[in-house]
């Protein structure tokens, strides 16, 4: 369990984030709701060790320690708004990267993004680049990248934003299946319908602070 007690962030003399405490649980899935420049992203940034915040706590399974320590030693994964994935390579060399550079064999990082391509109906795009992928393909492949890390928690900022709305359902059924696995997840959202989906809580973040639900 993630616990985040009293943080506050600020740009230059705006108030982002004042106060907030937050607690996510493990093996469920969050949604971070609210309008656009409330501070959700900012959020998001904070728990991943992305962007630090300016006060508060953070506890994981009761002991303090911070954002950064914890994505360094891979218990946080993301999948970012706009996929980032490496257009150079090809969908199995872009799951594979960054278990190599971590120490993991060549052949043992090529099974388990096999076994998770497999799991994503993507086995047979292993050779493709993303140039040539469908939006939720690439969307898919974000995040067999993500877990190929093995994180414990996985963040998702705006998963459907750069998605077609028919996608959308795919999209919450990937995230469902991938809770059902065990995976603790927070998804920043500003779509509601689809935090409905796929939440089991709901954390609505408003000008200095937010709600739980």
Do not use: C
Request: charged share 20%.
């Amino acid at each position: 369990m993630l616990e985040l007690k009293n943080v506050s962030k600020r740009f230059n003399d705006q108030v982002i984030l004042d106060n907030l405490s937050l607690t996510i649980a493990d093996q469920k899935t969050l949604a971070i709701v609210g309008p656009s420049g409330a501070g959700k992203t900012t959020l998001l940034r904070i728990i991943a060790g992305l962007t630090p915040a300016d006060a508060g706590e953070f506890l994981w399974n009761g002991q303090p320690t911070t954002p950064a320590h914890l994505r360094k030693d891979g218990v946080i994964g993301v999948v970012f708004q706009g996929f980032e994935l490496f257009p150079n390579l090809t969908v199995l060399k872009n799951i594979t990267l960054a278990p190599t550079l971590q120490g993991q064999g060549a052949a043992e990082a090529a099974k388990a993004a096999r076994d998770l391509l497999d799991r994503l109906d993507l086995a047979d795009q292993a050779d493709a680049y993303p140039f040539s992928l469908s939006g939720g393909q690439k969307q898919r492949v974000a995040i067999a990248r993500a877990l190929a890390l093995n994180p414990q928690i996985l963040l998702y900022d705006e998963p459907t934003s750069a998605l077609d709305p028919n996608l959308r359902q795919s999209v919450a059924n990937l995230i469902n299946r991938v809770k059902e696995q065990g995976m603790t997840q927070v998804v920043v959202t500003h779509d509601m319908g689809f935090a409905e989906s796929v939440a089991d809580t709901t954390f609505t973040v408003a000008k200095f602070g937010g709600d739980a639900q």
